[in-house]
Structures are given as C-alpha cells and as structure tokens.
C-alpha cells in the first residue's frame, strides 16, 4: 500500500526558514509535487521534481524554494527560505507512481508571521 507521510510544518517569521519532508513507500514513483492551499482558494503546484531530477517551481517561489530528494528514502523535501506572509497555508505533498495513481499526504500547516 502507498504511504505519503509530511512532516516539518510549523510558525516561522517572515524571512525564515522551514523544511517540509514528505517520506513515500510502496511503489514506485515517477513524480513528487509539494502544493499549497491559502484558505478559502484552490490548491496549486508549488515545485515538482521528476524522478530523474528535472524541477519545476510556481513563479512566486522562484530563488526562495528549492524541491529535492532522497532516492534511498524515497523522501522529497520542500527548503523554504526567506519566507513570507503570502507563504502561509497548508502545504500537501502529492506523489505520483508509474502506474498512473496520485497520492496525498494530510497536509501540514505553514504559518508566517510576525
């Protein structure tokens, strides 16, 4: 069975750092997305990363985000650095097997502010 296990949500102050981890087991996976859900407003890409390496980043995350993982933990990680208030939300990791099948973690809340 697929297991999509998040970790590292937290309050930080704006212009900090943050480290959210997303551990995935019992496939193979072909694709990792961490995606973002301000309230009352629809989920979106944040970055992607293929399992062969290629990322792609929401403009807004450009130069402050970096999406990277560990192929021998199958664990993704979302480094978030110089934060800001519009980052606050919850952050879900969505994994994508081989076999066509999206899975998602419960989400973790992000919270920047003073």
């Known amino acids: 069975q697929v297991q999509v296990v998040e970790s590292g949500g937290d309050w930080v102050q704006p212009g900090g750092s943050l480290r959210l981890s997303c551990a995935a087991s019992?496939?193979?996976?072909?694709?990792y997305g961490w995606y973002w859900q301000a309230p009352g407003k629809e989920r979106e890409l944040v970055a992607h990363?293929?399992?062969?390496?290629?990322?792609n980043y929401a403009d807004s995350v450009k130069g402050r985000f970096t999406i990277y993982k560990d192929d021998l933990r199958t664990t993704v990680y979302l480094q978030m650095d110089n934060v800001k208030s519009e980052d606050t939300g919850v952050y879900y990791c969505?994994?994508?097997?081989?076999?066509?099948?999206?899975?998602w973690g419960q989400g973790t809340q992000v919270t920047v502010s003073s």
């Open positions: 019992g496939s193979i996976f072909r694709g």
């Open positions: 990363i293929s399992s062969g390496g290629t990322r």
């Open positions: 969505g994994v994508a097997t081989i076999g066509g099948s999206t899975f």
